[in-house]
């Protein structure tokens, strides 16, 4: 099983990296691949502008596709998840997480800021058509400091993605030819 | 294999000067551009059609027409011809009526329009573009080849005994190009009809592209039109050469850097390694277009952008001096070094008649 994890944090070191990692060695997934979005920003702009990806950005965003199961993580900015974490989900193709189990998580500056991950976070990815699973994870700067229940929420977290990666066999890649006359009769035409 | 022209006509200020050109200069410099093509030796001049500023071809045939009086081969053609927003009943009048006025020298590239205030100027959703252009070009087809047409669709009024004239020349409609950028639906469009297939390369890499020349080449074969290889493929490129390719790059990045399609993005350098777009010497551009026969198989029409990013119609006109004497002769030959027999040439209207049945 592969898993991918989209860190967007910015700082170095980055207590959203970090809690990525902590979320992915919970899973006790040995094929792990990180995203550090911070070293695509420029590409994930650049995007933007062209409409293709780079070489960089293409790799990185084929790497998203093809995994069993996704950790995504950004800082919480402004209220939501932050510009670039969203940029980089715009550039996705649109049909790239479908049934595909994402752990969210995020982290910020106080508690207070926690409900991002439901009602930002959460809707972005069921747009998306991804299987979210029930465990979110918020890491506040306290929770670093005296951790109580962040451990406990990791592993639980941890546990729903893995068992959703089992559970769900990662869809075909490659969607089969229509042939022209199936799809002159979806729209109700014959040749 | 032919070589040619295709413009978007854009009016684009030239950033160097700051000076927009007159819609007047633009629709000139257009047709300057397209004599130009057939002076230098290059076989193809296909205009864009768009209803929107800052673009002027509102009118194809109106200017090919008149491009066709003043020129003696060129094969005059568009690039694209809207399916989805033009009257399928327009376009079979048009072109047909171009073909008798140029002798002949008449094809057109399909496609679907991509911008979606368009559609609603013409009575049409951009929701239904696939099916617009299948029912459009379905109709279209027919009516190039059947005298008398009874039809119905969901987009026009039914037809009942109804007769396009002119009839196409020599009873040999225009030759179509479906083009398209992401549709793989297009391409099985393209392969169901045996028609040509035309991947507007020019702001994509390459495996995009790939994936979807493929996808025509083989359901070509499936549809029983020859083998994958025997399939019409065309593709598009654009540069900008100077003697010395330090010269070029200097001369052109202002360009690049502010152009709408192009500027504050990615590098020239950046979008040179991903694109199509060649700016160099013109050995460095032949070296260039002669990969693409690397990376999408043996193909039959070379179209090239060459009035793009608000270059003033001097320079373009040098452009395509540099293009017909130093780059366009090497491709001919190179390219048709190693072509195996089977590999067919673009179809023409002489090439069409002489398939047939007497």
Do not use: C
Request: glycine fraction near 8%; proline fraction near 7%; hydrophobic fraction near 40%.
């Amino acid at each position: 099983m592969k898993l991918v994890v989209i860190s967007a944090g910015l700082g170095q070191p980055s207590s959203t990296r970090l809690l990525g990692d902590r979320l992915a060695q919970a899973t006790g997934v040995e094929d792990v691949q990180v995203i550090e979005l911070r070293e695509l920003a420029v590409d994930i702009a650049n995007n933007l502008v062209t409409g293709f990806p780079g070489a960089r950005l293409r790799a990185a965003l084929e790497a998203v596709e093809a995994a069993d199961g996704l950790i995504a993580v950004t800082p919480i900015f402004t209220a939501s998840y932050s510009g670039l974490f969203k940029s980089f989900i715009d550039v996705l193709d649109n049909t790239a997480l479908v049934g595909k189990p994402v752990l969210i998580a995020a982290t910020g500056g106080t508690a207070r800021h926690s409900l991002a991950l439901e009602h930002a976070m959460r809707p972005l990815f069921t747009y998306l058509r991804a299987v979210v699973v029930p465990t979110s994870v918020y890491a506040a700067t306290e929770d670093w400091g005296n951790d109580t229940t962040l451990s406990e929420r990791i592993d639980r977290a941890a546990g729903e993605l893995t068992g959703l990666m089992r559970a769900l066999p990662r869809r075909s890649p490659e969607p089969a030819v229509v042939p022209f006359e199936q799809q002159l009769s979806a729209f109700g035409l014959t040749v | 294999m032919q070589f040619g022209l295709f413009t978007v006509g854009d009016v684009t200020p030239d950033p160097t000067t700051g000076r927009t050109p007159t819609e007047a200069e633009r629709i000139k410099a257009m047709v300057t551009i397209a004599l130009k093509a057939e002076e230098v030796g290059l076989d193809v001049f296909a205009t864009g059609e768009h209803h929107n500023p800052p673009f002027v071809p509102s009118s194809p045939t109106t200017m090919l027409g008149y491009v066709a009086a003043k020129t003696e081969r060129l094969i005059l053609s568009t690039a694209t011809t809207l399916i989805t927003t033009n009257d399928p009943v327009k376009i079979a009048e048009d072109f047909a009526m171009l073909q008798h006025l140029a002798d002949g020298r008449v094809d057109l590239m399909l496609g679907r329009g991509n911008t979606g205030p368009v559609y609603p100027w013409f009575g049409q959703d951009i929701r239904n573009g696939i099916q617009l252009a299948f029912e459009n070009y379905n109709l279209l087809h027919r009516l190039w080849r059947e005298d008398v047409v009874d039809w119905e669709g969901n987009f026009r009024t039914p037809l009942q005994g109804f007769t396009s004239t002119p009839r196409p020349l020599d009873g040999v409609p225009p030759f179509v190009w479906h083009g398209s950028i992401r549709s793989p639906e297009i391409a099985e469009q393209a392969a169901y009809y045996g028609d040509g297939f035309f991947a507007n390369n020019i702001f994509w890499p390459k495996e995009h592209f790939q994936g979807l020349i493929n996808l025509y080449r083989e359901r070509f074969a499936h549809y029983g039109h020859g083998t994958p290889e025997e399939a019409y493929v065309g593709l598009g490129g654009q540069v900008f050469m100077r003697k010395n390719s330090q010269d070029a790059i200097k001369e052109f990045r202002p360009y690049f850097d502010n152009a709408p399609v192009y500027g504050h993005g990615p590098s020239l350098e950046d979008f040179m390694e991903e694109t199509p777009l060649a700016v160099g010497s013109p050995d460095q551009v032949i070296e260039r277009t002669l990969k693409f026969r690397e990376h999408f198989g043996d193909y039959q029409r070379q179209l090239f952008l060459m009035d793009h990013a608000g270059l003033p119609l001097k320079t373009v006109l040098e452009q395509l001096d540099i293009l017909g004497e130093e780059v366009v002769p090497v491709l001919r030959r190179e390219f048709a070094v190693g072509r195996p027999a089977n590999v067919p040439d673009a179809p023409t209207h002489k090439s069409l008649l002489e398939k047939v049945p007497a």
